[in-house]
């Protein structure tokens, strides 16, 4: 299974293009692809709906959308009709498998005065694979600084701990069947999870450490039964190596994985030849 995790910058290419078609080509052999960065009814990208054009571009895969930021962005027709619409940003995931559940969860944000500070979210679908089900992410943490980002990932580890015990999105039957709300099969909420997505920070950082545990000069990082792994490291690369964006010598794009996924990790590589955005895309093989 081929994962890729990519933060198109609403199709603006390093050549100054925008282009999905582009992206669509560089995404188009993964199962799974979670994008950041996709956007609908933005004039710098030409008022295009991101999302429904990549699903058209992409035939085969399930998509869904999650929207971080949600404005106005209605008018009126020649004829006075009021046509409903929204300006929106945010992340997406797409899959060969069916998804069979979403939610979208906002996370924490920073009120500021003089520094651009946007709403920022976790995408959560649940996937059966050929490693049984999973959910998966499409995250997209704060630029700014650590502190915005710690109270963000602290969020994601809450919301990853409590997901089980909450269920899937429907669950425990009804009390009248005739009633319409156990329509098809019960979607599953499992233990297995993977974070894939923009999270703005390094290897070695503290926002790193707080995902996947504490680096020790004697023993190296140590990872928890409950935490996170990092997929680049497990695939045999080193925790500093690696570049996602073009004009940073820096990883700060990332698939992590619970603890059980950890042994069908194969392969990651940084597609360094793409040339749709200012980050590249990460492809991982998990077999």
């Not at 998509?63 to 940003?89: C, K, P, T």
């Not at 015990?165 to 709300?181: Q, R, T, V």
């Not at 996947?212 to 928890?224: I, K």
Request: hydrophobic fraction near 40%.
């Amino acid at each position: 299974m081929k994962i890729i995790s990519y933060n198109i910058q609403y199709g603006l290419g390093r050549d100054g293009v925008y282009d999905l078609n582009r992206i669509a080509a560089e995404v188009a052999d993964a199962d799974i692809i979670a994008l950041q960065e996709v956007e609908r009814f933005w004039k710098r990208s030409g008022m295009v709906d991101q999302p429904a054009e990549l699903g058209r571009l992409l035939p085969d895969h399930h998509w869904v959308y999650g929207a971080n930021l949600d404005m106005d962005a209605s008018y009126r027709s020649e004829g006075g009709a009021l046509i409903n619409r929204r300006r929106q940003f945010g992340t997406m995931l797409m899959s060969r498998m069916p998804i069979l559940s979403s939610r979208n969860f906002p996370l924490p944000k920073l009120g500021l005065t003089d520094h651009h500070s946007i709403q920022q979210g976790a995408l959560e679908c649940v996937i059966n694979t050929e490693f049984g089900p999973v959910r998966f992410y499409s995250i997209h943490l704060s630029h700014l600084c650590p502190e915005t980002r710690l109270p963000q990932i602290r969020a994601l580890l809450d919301i990853h701990a409590r997901a089980p015990a909450e269920g899937g999105a429907w669950c425990g039957g009804h009390p009248d069947p005739k009633s319409g709300w156990t329509e098809g099969a019960m979607p599953p909420m499992p233990d297995e999870a993977v974070l894939l997505g923009d999270f703005n920070f390094e290897p070695g950082s503290e926002e790193y450490a707080l995902l996947t545990g504490p680096m020790t000069q004697r023993y190296g990082r140590l990872g928890s039964i409950k935490g996170f792994f990092d997929s680049w490291t497990l695939a045999g690369n080193e925790e500093r190596s690696g570049q996602t964006i073009a004009d940073q010598a820096a990883r700060i794009d990332y698939c992590f994985l619970t603890a059980g996924l950890r042994r069908f990790v194969r392969k990651a590589h940084i597609q360094a030849s793409a040339t749709g955005s200012d980050h590249f895309p990460l492809e991982i093989a998990l077999s």
